[in-house]
């Protein structure tokens, strides 16, 4: 079965500084999606990033990037010049590649906290 | 375009008693999933329909059941409402396999 671990329930970081949340995932497919997802205290979840494994380049989404080790099934977030609106919830998800459906394995949740 | 809705954003019900929640799908976008969400057990799937077809289920009871109308919509009953079923539940369409999944707002049930 698929298991994603965030091991750390919580994380600070000062204004504009940088900050890495970390996840770790269980898989025995080759292929598949990994993403980040935020969610504020509004409670809607966004989309933070995206990551198909097959792509060995990292992605990046403006102040946001992954660093994916595969091999270590790992897939980590950097956030590059945090702001106070970074402040949330983020989790990391995987999700299967192929006709079986749209299941969503999510980590357990990372609260990131923005000092002024 | 408009992002997924869900209706109503919060409810309140009592042991026993039913729930329908439902879900508007972005405009284009074929398949939805509804998620449970608790502090206990995190973000867990629930089901996704895809053009009117369950095509996969979590780990739920059978008191958990949904269901798509041709327009994509969705609705999620629980019967026999249980206080371990207060929970936000979720909402995400996509477009198809491969694409990106955007969420709902949430629907925040309280059981007491």
């Known amino acids: 079965a698929q298991t994603v671990t965030q091991s750390q329930p919580e994380m600070s970081v000062q204004e504009a500084e940088t900050v890495t949340l970390s996840c770790t995932y269980d898989?025995?497919?080759?292929?598949?999606?990994l993403f980040w997802y935020k969610q504020p205290p509004s409670r809607q979840m966004i989309l933070v990033i995206r990551q198909e494994a097959y792509k060995q380049q990292n992605a990046t989404e403006n102040r946001f990037s992954v660093n994916f080790q595969k091999a270590a099934k790992s897939f980590s977030l950097k956030i590059s010049d945090s702001q106070l609106g970074d402040a949330a919830m983020y989790f990391c998800a995987y999700r299967r590649i192929g006709n079986t459906g749209n299941q969503f394995y999510f980590g357990t949740g990372t609260s990131l906290t923005v000092i002024p | 375009k408009a992002g997924v809705t869900q209706t109503p954003r919060y409810l309140i019900k009592t042991r026993g008693q039913q729930v329908t929640l439902s879900c508007s799908p972005i405009s284009g976008h074929r398949s939805v999933s509804w998620y449970q969400q608790t502090p206990g057990q995190g973000l867990q799937f629930l089901f996704e329909y895809f053009s009117e077809t369950q095509r996969n289920k979590g780990n739920f009871p059978g008191r958990f059941s949904g269901r798509q109308f041709s327009n994509s919509r969705s609705e999620m009953n629980v019967s026999t409402l249980e206080l371990g079923d207060s929970a936000l539940y979720l909402c995400?369409?996509?477009?198809?396999?491969?694409?990106?999944?955007?969420f709902g707002p949430g629907t925040r049930l309280l059981v007491l």
């Open positions: 995400a369409s996509r477009k198809g396999e491969g694409e990106t999944q955007y």
């Open positions: 898989t025995s497919e080759s292929d598949y999606y």
